[in-house]
């Protein structure tokens, strides 16, 4: 067997195994066991098509006029007359609901002489009446009022209602498509709703919605969001229960891609390091890989100290500033000595309250797992919000990173986290985007909850802790940020006209690339 024909190494046998151990096996669904790699590569993209302006305008008019959008949600809108605009690399579309349970989406232009209906969310509405002349239509499009009707000569009134796209629904969320030949929402997400069971989308609202400006092709961000291939080396603090070359599982389903994040399930993980001073809290990490400890002395001082005892001192981008140690990791300078949450409560999952609860509901754990005690710990929160589902989930579905990407530009994330992300194009600039993060988080069994309907917008130039409603999430995206805008900056400059990705480790890049290149093409 030649190399080429040599099958992609899939973690599919060790991830079987884990799903055998869990406490909960018998409610762990079928698509938690469907298997489906890629066949290896090699995959090669032209770098032109992050960094060249032809592929901006190729995408316009055949990646963004033609595809299924996830455009907003259900609690952005909580009267009927509430719009919001959806722009899209210089396309604009405005999403109205316009009944009780209806809503209808439009090309976000008036038909007299062009100018956006709404550059902003409007609540209430009863009309959309355009700022400049006055032209104005109802809730479902339909022509209302055209001030000195008398100067327009032939013009049909049943001609000018405003041209719409189509929409679609799923889980709560709103979709628009711009081609009127485009196959339906349904057939185009096929049998995603199945990866949902235990606590469908349908069953949740939006708790936090943040997006910022990034300096990078779109492309380049939400590629790095796709993998978990960078943990080891951008945020080696977040790694628990053991780290091995292969920890996460990919699988590629129509038009949709997915990982399973679980840890190491083959080695011999972590070295046991003696455990830090934990009153130090985020201002003191261990390198898990190495033993190099990073500490924060204060004024953006960070103390790196070797398992020899030598150290060097640096400031939060990893510049040198004194010591025999003259190079250290930015993520981690970065992750202790960099701005912290103002509340560095915020986002925390667990009270002590709940571990100690936790830990007595399992006879005090000594016989279970750390994989299966964090699970018991997270149902024992979840029983106060969705208690008849609580018990019977999973110790996988509560102790993995189920992430999915759904073609071309949404990410919503399986099981029982929170995270959906969604990446686009700032305005018509190809140099930047918008990357947005949202929280879906389980609607209380008693219905009380309060959805929230306005974006926390970030500069390129804040910090990401100023979002504290994300938590210590906050906190790991400026170590994905400290990568990005060199990464692109490295794209622009590099020698070679591909970048190659990984068989098994890349799939979901691969498979979006192969997407991309049947609906968008080169030329």
């Known amino acids: 067997m030649s190399a080429l024909e040599k099958p992609v190494r899939t973690m599919d046998e060790a991830f079987e195994r884990l799903l055998d151990e869990d406490t909960h096996k018998e409610n762990i669904s079928d698509a938690l066991r469907r298997n489906n790699p890629m066949p290896p590569g090699p995959t090669l993209v032209p770098v032109a098509r992050y960094t060249d302006r032809r592929y901006h305008e ?6 963004w006029k033609k595809s299924w959008l996830m455009a907003c949600h259900e609690d952005d809108f909580e009267h009927v007359g509430d719009c919001v605009p959806y722009d899209v690399a210089g396309l604009s579309f405005l999403i109205v609901r316009s009944e009780e349970d209806e809503y209808k989406a439009f090309y976000n232009a008036c038909l007299h002489r062009g100018r956006k209906l709404r550059e902003d969310r409007a609540k209430g509405l009863d009309e959309l009446r355009c700022p400049f002349h006055g032209w ?10 055209i001030p000195c009707a008398y100067d327009y000569q032939g013009l049909n009134r049943d001609e000018e209602s405003l041209p719409e796209v189509q929409v679609g629904r799923w889980g709560r969320f709103i979709f628009i498509n711009a081609d009127p030949d485009a196959e339906s929402l349904e057939d185009f997400l096929g049998d995603l709703s199945s990866h949902f069971e235990l606590l469908p989308y349908e069953r949740r609202y939006k708790s936090a919605h ?3 400006i990034i300096k990078a092709n779109w492309k380049v961000v939400q590629e790095a969001f796709m993998e978990s291939y ?4 951008t945020h080696p603090q977040i790694l628990t229960g053991g780290a091995h070359d292969i920890c ?16 190491a399930l083959e080695g011999n993980g972590l070295p046991p390091w003696e455990p830090l001073p934990s009153e130090k809290g985020m201002e003191i990490v261990r390198h898990p890989l190495n033993g190099d400890v990073y500490e924060h002395l204060g004024d953006g001082v960070v103390l790196l100290t070797k398992k020899d005892g030598r150290t060097g001192k640096f400031d939060v981008d990893a510049k040198h500033i004194e010591g025999e140690i003259t190079d250290a990791n930015p993520h981690l300078c970065n992750w202790v000595g960099g701005l912290q949450l103002n509340n560095p409560g915020q986002g925390r999952i667990l009270s002590s309250d709940t571990k100690r609860k936790a830990q007595a509901e399992a006879g005090g754990g000594k016989n279970m797992s750390a994989r299966a005690m964090g699970a018991e710990m997270q149902r024992q929160m979840l ?6 589902i609580a018990d019977t989930i999973p110790d996988i579905e509560l102790t993995a990173s189920v992430f999915f990407t759904v073609f071309p530009n949404w990410h919503p994330w399986g099981c029982f986290n929170q995270i959906n992300y969604r990446f686009r194009p700032n305005g018509d600039n190809h140099e930047e985007c918008i990357m947005e993060c949202m929280y879906l988080t389980p609607i209380p069994e008693d219905g009380e909850y309060e959805p929230v309907r306005e974006i926390h917008w970030l500069t390129a130039e804040d910090d990401y802790t100023e979002a504290s409603e994300l938590g210590q999430l ?9 990568n990005l805008p060199y990464v692109y900056d490295g794209l622009k400059a590099t020698a070679r006209e591909h970048v190659r990705l990984a068989d098994y480790n890349e799939l979901k890049l691969r498979h ?11 030329s």
């Not at 104005?136 to 009022?145: E, H």
């Not at 906050?474 to 400290?482: V, Y």
């Open 58 to 63: 190729l995408e316009r008019e055949k990646l």
């Open 136 to 145: 104005a239509w109802n809730l479902d499009g339909s022509l209302k009022q």
């Open 210 to 212: 943040v997006a910022k």
């Open 230 to 233: 960078h943990v080891l080396m």
């Open 248 to 263: 996460t599982k990919y699988d590629a389903f129509g038009n949709y891609s997915r990982a399973i994040r679980c840890g």
């Open 383 to 388: 029983a106060d919000v969705v208690p008849s």
């Open 474 to 482: 906050t906190k790991i995206f400026n170590q994905d940020l400290r």
């Open 512 to 522: 979006w690339h192969e997407m991309y290149e049947k609906q968008v093409g080169d």
